[in-house]
């Protein structure tokens, strides 16, 4: 088989594997967050995670227990957050009670990066789903305009000092 | 008074050396000023300025 058929075979089975609904045979989790993650920016309001757990025959799953665990988005290659202590480390691991197939919490994420949330729904028969999710939260925009301002005053005054001891004479 | 300024001129630094040496502390004291207000952990400054380096979204605080 051509290397490039290989690579797009590859390619396809790892981006499927990325889609897919749960990694698990019995049955599904999906998850919804109030407000849309695409809204929520770090230390700005408390955002509502909803859990929604489908056994294998697609019903809601009455009664059981949601093992979660998040884990702060690792650390950049170049620039670090406002808050670097705690990138690349767990923040939260609790139990949930899934009633008719939900299980939900409040929490505020603290710094910009996508977040991973492990979550390990067991029922009450013992038959256990397990899904990983990648919740990307945004940077605070204003926060980046700051830091263009805070760059642009520097830059200025670079170029202020270099006119003042040049004397303007090397055309500067 | 010729003399005076006769002297001075001849003991003054050639230009490249003069903007070397001006340009060089310029950028030391930037740098220190710059540590001072972004990354220093002495308490009174750091909470003075603890909500400024949060602003600046890359400035690590905590």
């Not at chain 1, 977040?115 to 945004?138: C, K, N, Q, S």
């Not at chain 1, 204003?142 to 005053?153: D, E, K, S, V």
């Not at chain 1, 005054?157 to 040049?166: D, E, K, P, S, V």
């Not at chain 2, 220093?40 to 905590?62: E, G, K, M, N, Q």
């Amino acid at each position: 088989m051509p290397l490039i058929v290989r690579l797009a075979l590859f390619l396809c089975l790892f981006f499927s594997a990325r889609a897919a609904p749960a990694q698990g045979a019995g049955g599904e989790i999906g998850m919804q967050t109030f407000p849309l993650l695409k809204q929520v920016r770090p230390l700005a309001e408390p955002v509502r995670t909803v859990l929604i757990i489908l056994d294998s025959n697609g019903r809601a799953l009455k009664k059981g227990t949601a093992h979660i665990r998040l884990v702060a988005p690792a650390p950049g290659r170049f620039f670090s957050t406002d808050f670097p202590v705690i990138e690349g480390t767990p923040l939260l691991e609790m139990d949930l009670p899934i009633l008719q197939g939900r299980a939900a919490w409040e929490y505020l994420f603290p710094i910009r990066g996508v977040y991973r949330l492990e979550v390990r729904a067991v029922a009450e028969e013992g038959t256990g789903i397990e899904r990983v999710f990648d919740l990307e939260i945004r940077e605070n925009r204003m926060r980046l305009f700051y830091l263009a301002i805070f760059a642009l005053a520097l830059f200025v005054f670079g170029i202020m000092a270099g006119r003042l001891f040049t004397g303007g004479k090397r055309g500067l | 008074m010729e003399k005076v300024v006769a002297t001075w001129k001849s003991l003054a630094l050639p230009d490249s050396l003069s903007f070397l040496i001006k340009s060089g502390m310029l950028l030391l004291l930037s740098g220190f000023i710059l540590y001072y207000l972004l990354g220093a952990t002495y308490p009174p400054l750091h909470d003075t300025l603890h909500d400024f380096r949060h602003s600046l979204a890359i400035v690590p605080c905590h």
